[in-house]
T-cell receptor, first 112, second 114 residues
Framework: DAKTTQPPSMDCAEGRAANLPCNHS???????VYWYRQIHSQGPQYIIH???NNETNEMASLIITEDRKSSTLILPHATLRDTAVYYCIVRVGGGGYNKLIFGAGTRLAVHP | DTEVTQTPKHLVMGMTNKKSLKCEQH?????MYWYKQKAKKPPELMFVYSYEKLSINESVPSRFSPECPNSSLLNLHLHALQPEDSALYLC?????????????FGPGTRLTVL
């Protein structure tokens, strides 16, 4: 699976959009981009995933560049409860094993 | 019910003890996972079961012994652990092992080895 690079930490004001970048320059054609987050002292939580089209759900939006070498997770109106470590993971979809390899992630701090 | 439960929440054990961690899900998922997470590090995959059979062992030392007695339960038996095995142990499940199914995680068991 392709390697990902994320900034170690980011800050965001409550109510503003949080934009979390992820680089995955070695991604191949059948690899999906997944985002999970881990709130302190809890297990990771699935947020969203995508292949090449932008995706949106009730939690977030995922914007993938046309060349698929990077993506951005957008939390449109961040709240204090969104303070967590956010993991961007690239893995093979379809017939590949559903095996998550977590990188270091981005520690997002949402402040009042 | 989209919950994965883990017991106990906390466990303290000596290096000569034998203990077990338990994980349960009632979502009908056929893949179940054990992860280990050291402080301020990302989770690392240990074992994966698919249809109650061990499918992936990420070269985990034999002092960790997984067991999947049925499709809803996953155990991790611990014996002769070392202090460096102290960590948060996370269980997860997904609908299937193959494909791109969301993994649902439990809250974890925080293990301290003295």
């Amino acid at each position: 699976d392709a390697k990902t690079t994320q900034p170690p930490s980011m800050d965001c004001a409550e109510g503003r959009a949080a934009n979390l970048p992820c680089n995955h320059s070695t991604i191949s054609g059948n690899e999906y981009v997944y985002w999970y987050r881990q709130i302190h002292s809890q297990g990771p939580q699935y947020i969203i995933h995508g292949l090449k089209n932008n995706e949106t759900n009730e939690m977030a939006s995922l914007i993938i560049t046309e060349d698929r070498k990077s993506s951005t997770l957008i939390l449109p109106h961040a709240t204090l409860r969104d303070t967590a470590v956010y993991y961007c993971i690239v893995r093979v979809g379809g017939g590949g094993y559903n095996k998550l390899i977590f990188g270091a992630g981005t520690r997002l701090a949402v402040h009042p | 019910d989209t919950e994965v439960t883990q017991t106990p929440k906390h466990l303290v054990m000596g290096m000569t003890n034998k203990k077990s961690l338990k994980c349960e899900q009632h979502m009908g998922h056929r893949a179940m996972y054990w992860y280990k997470q050291k402080a301020k590090k990302p989770p690392e995959l240990m074992f994966v079961y698919s249809y109650e059979k061990l499918s992936i062992n990420e070269s985990v030392p034999s002092r960790f012994s997984p067991e999947c007695p049925n499709s809803s339960l996953l155990n991790l038996h611990l014996h002769a652990l070392q202090p460096e095995d102290s960590a948060l142990y996370l269980c997860a499940s997904s609908q299937e092992l193959a494909g791109y199914n969301e993994q649902f995680f439990g809250p974890g068991t925080r293990l301290t080895v003295l």
